[in-house]
């Protein structure tokens, strides 16, 4: 819905993408894409700051779904355990 790039400090458009790539991780089909999928989406959203998340918790406080902070986080270990393998 775009409410947590709104709502970020740093205008990240990357927190959704870790939102969405955090949940395709517990999805059962697409598994053997996993790592091509959460690559590209990461060079996709790159330029638009990905990295850059301070910690404000902005996103998690406007979610209508409540997606959690550390999704962000856990979007961070996905694309480090792509760009490792």
Do not use: W
């Not at 638009?48 to 406007?62: D, I, L, Q």
């Not at 779904?65 to 856990?74: D, E, F, L, Q, T």
């Amino acid at each position: 819905c775009g409410a947590c790039v709104a709502a970020c400090p740093n205008a990240s458009a990357a927190l959704f993408v870790g939102a969405k790539i955090s949940q395709y991780t517990y999805l059962p089909q697409g598994q053997p894409e996993r790592t091509l999928r959460a690559t590209r989406m990461i060079e996709r959203m790159d330029e638009e700051g990905f990295g850059n998340c301070s910690n404000h918790a902005e996103c998690e406080a406007v979610c209508p779904k409540g997606i959690s902070i550390m999704n962000i986080a856990k979007m961070r270990r996905e694309y480090f355990k792509t760009i490792i393998r």
